[in-house]
């Protein structure tokens, strides 16, 4: 029986380390240590900050708004029962990538009724509170926010607004 696991274990279900993903891996490990306070705790201000700024575009956020909705990097957002890819291809066709998520009280993962997003990769570009705030609007246009209707193209404004954010931050 041993034998049977072996040759079906390794190397197609199990492996060892990637010797050609180890040098990146230290150094992020390397930039981690070094921000390991200021990156982080950012990256949870923003995401506080963009949950809120999305509620208060009458957007449907998960969480408690009295601890600012979330306290990691990520907010999800509720959308119309089974609409999640929808609501994701819509942002996707626009420019902004999210991902469908199901919610606790979706029957399966194909009705999603929720999108999630990060704030952690836009902080690396230098993302602040305040942008999140504007980011925040741009998808309550696009998602039709505050009751209104979704507005189809926003393409130029997430790129125009995206292109303030070229330079990478909290790494060497």
């Known amino acids: 029986m041993w034998?049977?696991?072996?040759?079906?274990?390794?190397?197609?279900?199990?492996s060892n380390h990637h010797l050609g993903t180890m040098l990146g891996l230290l150094g992020a490990t390397y930039e981690m240590i070094r921000h390991r306070d200021a990156y982080p705790a950012q990256v949870i201000r923003n995401a506080q900050a963009f949950a809120r700024a999305l509620a208060g575009h009458r957007l449907t956020v998960e969480g408690d708004?009295?601890?600012?909705?979330?306290?990691?990097?990520?907010?999800?957002?509720?959308?119309?029962?089974?609409?999640?890819?929808?609501?994701a291809s819509r942002l996707e066709a626009n420019?902004?990538?999210?991902?469908?998520?199901?919610?606790?009280?979706?029957?399966?993962?194909?009705?999603?009724?929720?999108?999630?997003?990060?704030?952690?990769e836009m902080?690396?570009?230098?993302?602040?509170?305040?942008?999140?705030?504007?980011l925040a609007a741009l998808i309550a246009e696009i998602v039709g926010?505050?009751?209104g209707e979704p507005i189809d193209?926003?393409?130029?404004?997430?790129?125009?607004?995206?292109?303030r954010f070229t330079e990478?931050?909290?790494c060497f």
């Open 153 to 163: 193209s926003r393409c130029d404004a997430v790129k125009a607004f995206r292109g």
């Open 145 to 147: 926010g505050r009751g």
């Open 65 to 87: 708004r009295e601890t600012g909705f979330t306290r990691t990097h990520q907010v999800l957002l509720r959308t119309a029962r089974a609409r999640g890819e929808e609501v």
């Open 95 to 120: 420019n902004i990538i999210t991902n469908p998520q199901a919610l606790y009280d979706d029957a399966s993962f194909a009705a999603a009724s929720g999108i999630r997003m990060g704030a952690q």
């Open 168 to 170: 990478m931050q909290y």
């Open 123 to 134: 902080t690396r570009y230098g993302m602040k509170e305040a942008d999140f705030a504007e």
């Open 3 to 14: 034998r049977q696991i072996e040759t079906r274990a390794f190397p197609g279900h199990v």
